[in-house]
């Protein structure tokens, strides 16, 4: 992938919706959506810069009775800007990055065969910003097919020296461009990973989980896909960080995602809430498979994770199905209430909630209360 590949889902807009704030309208979503989408912006950029630069040169050619000359300007303007407008259409946007390197390529080399040496001076654009507008894959093809067509081409350079100059400078380019990419694309996972993963135990954090709870939401109205929510509390964690020190209290941490990631299935996602508090997001699970689950996982920490006195650590788990029609905080406050129920009920237990029980307010009031 390069360096501004689209995202699964924009962080900011979905915890918009996530905390049920009213989307931007207008111009300002349409800003706000090229700014969340690095890509999409790159291309509306390319497709409005590279219509206002050829436009006038378009303009100028037909005035000047230039009339094939301003006939392929035009071709060009109207090609990118129609490859900037369905980038603009849901999901299109790594479609329209694939078309734009197409149409650039094309035009490039159709310029350089029409122009020879007057037409080659935007090749070097189109060799670096192939690798901002697709992948560095499609790119490196795009680029070896202008070097393999104009290299090849009898008409296009004066002499040898000159064929050699370019193809020399044009590779200069693209090794260029390509190590930029590379270089931007490791940068932007890390810095995708560091923005949505607890740097102690590298779970997701709250950031991801606002994401995945707006998408799971949405999933559920469409399909109506059973999921779960379980919500995990180390017992009597404040213990272990009084007697032994927070450097252990950390490790227990550190080893108990561990020991939770060995049991979940792939599709399976799990944050940390904060603290010694944990979220597991469980897809197309239901209430009736999903108790055996959860109890096996919690056997799993109660026979691996031990403290430095030799004591088992155990975790409380409370679990809610989601319902038809469901918001998400009313499905976090029921899992957070069968927590509440597992602990008060001597802990080192699962406890599913029932359906819409109990009041959000209760739950609530009754949660700081029994944790630790």
Known sequence: MNGFSPQ????????QRARGEAPATGWRAAVKRATDDPQLGLISFFAALIALIVLPFSIYRFTQGQVVVGIVD????VAVSAVGIVAWRPGQTARA????????????????LLFARHGLLWSYAVLTTNFLLTTRRMAMIANVTVFAILGSHPEVFANHVERAVFLSSGLLVTLCAFIFSLQSTRQRQALEHLAIHDPLTQALNRRAFDIDMANTLQTHQLSLSPCTLAIIDLDHFKSVNDTFGHEVGDELLIEMVRTVRIHLRKQDRLYRFGGEEFILLMPDTDAHGVQRALDGLRERIFQTLRRPDGQPVSVSIGAATLEPDERGAFWLTRADAALYRAKNGGRNRVVMADQFDPPVDQAVDRRGAVHD
């Not at 035009?74 to 303007?77: E, G, Q, R, S, T």
């Not at 390529?105 to 310029?111: E, F």
């Open 8 to 15: 699964r889902s924009s962080p900011q807009g979905s915890g």
């Open 74 to 77: 035009a071709v060009i303007v």
């Open 97 to 112: 990055g694939i078309l734009m390197t197409v149409v650039a390529t094309t035009s490039c080399l159709a310029v350089s």
